[in-house]
C-alpha cells in the first residue's frame, strides 16, 4: 500500500478514536448525574421541561443560616419531624409544595390527601422527573427513601398504600417544603403552575 493509503486509514482511525472518546465523555457525565442524584448530591443539569436553572443548591454555609435546625436536620440529615407536629400535615390551602433548600416543584395541593399519618401525604409528585428513589435500609428496614432531584434534599418515604389513581401514598416531611398558595403562584415566579388549578 503507497504511503497516502496509509495515510488516509490513520486519519480514519484517529476520527474513529476522537469520536469514541466524546460519546464516553457524553455517557459517563450523564451516568455521574445519575449517581450524584442517588447519593443526594445536587445535579447541574435540568432536565425537566419547564424547569430553571435557579433550582440549585446554595452552599453549607448558606443553608445553616437560612434553614431552621429542623430543617437542615430533616433535609440534609435525613431526620424525620414529628408526626402532627409539622407546618403542613392539616394544610388544605390550594397551591403547591417545593423544595426548601433549592425551590424546584415538587407536589400541588390537587394531589394531597389526609393519610392520618401526621405528615403531608400525596399521591403522585407534580413530575416524576423531580423525585429521586433511593433504598433505605436504615432502622432493620427496606424503604424508598425520597429525594429532590436538584438540590438532593431529604423529603420522606414512598408506600405502596395510597388512595387510587395511583395506589402511592407520598409521605413527605413538612421541614422539606415549603408552600406557595394558588394565589402567589404568579409573583413567586411560579405562574406556569397555575394550570394545575384549572381543572
Given amino acids: 500500500m503507497n ?6 486509514i490513520g486519519a480514519g482511525a484517529v476520527f474513529v478514536i476522537t469520536a469514541l472518546v466524546l460519546v464516553a465523555g457524553i455517557t459517563n457525565d450523564s451516568n455521574r448525574q445519575d449517581a450524584a442524584a442517588m447519593n443526594g ?3 447541574e443539569t435540568a432536565t425537566t421541561p419547564g424547569e430553571q ?17 429542623m430543617q437542615y436536620e430533616v433535609t440534609q440529615e435525613e431526620g424525620t419531624e414529628r408526626a402532627f407536629k409539622n407546618d403542613y400535615w392539616d394544610n388544605h390551602q390550594e397551591g403547591i409544595y417545593v423544595d ?10 390537587r394531589d394531597k390527601f389526609e ?6 401525604s400525596f ?17 432493620f428496614m427496606k424503604r424508598t427513601e425520597l429525594r429532590s432531584r436538584m438540590a438532593g434534599s431529604h423529603l420522606g418515604h414512598v408506600f405502596d398504600d395510597g388512595p387510587q389513581p395511583t395506589g402511592q401514598r407520598y409521605c ?10 394558588k394565589q402567589d403562584l404568579e409573583k413567586e415566579g411560579y405562574g406556569e403552575f397555575l394550570i394545575l388549578f384549572d381543572k
Fill in 3 to 8: 504511503r497516502s493509503g496509509l495515510l488516509a
Fill in 41 to 43: 448530591k445536587p445535579i
Fill in 53 to 69: 436553572t435557579a433550582y440549585r443548591k446554595p452552599s453549607e454555609e448558606e443553608l445553616r443560616q437560612r434553614l431552621t435546625p
Fill in 100 to 109: 426548601i433548600v433549592s425551590g424546584e416543584p415538587l407536589f400541588s395541593s
Fill in 115 to 120: 393519610s392520618g399519618t401526621g405528615w403531608p
Fill in 123 to 139: 399521591t403522585r409528585p407534580i413530575a416524576e422527573t423531580s423525585i429521586v428513589n433511593h433504598t433505605d435500609r436504615r432502622f
Fill in 172 to 181: 413527605i416531611n413538612s421541614a422539606s417544603l415549603r408552600f406557595i398558595p
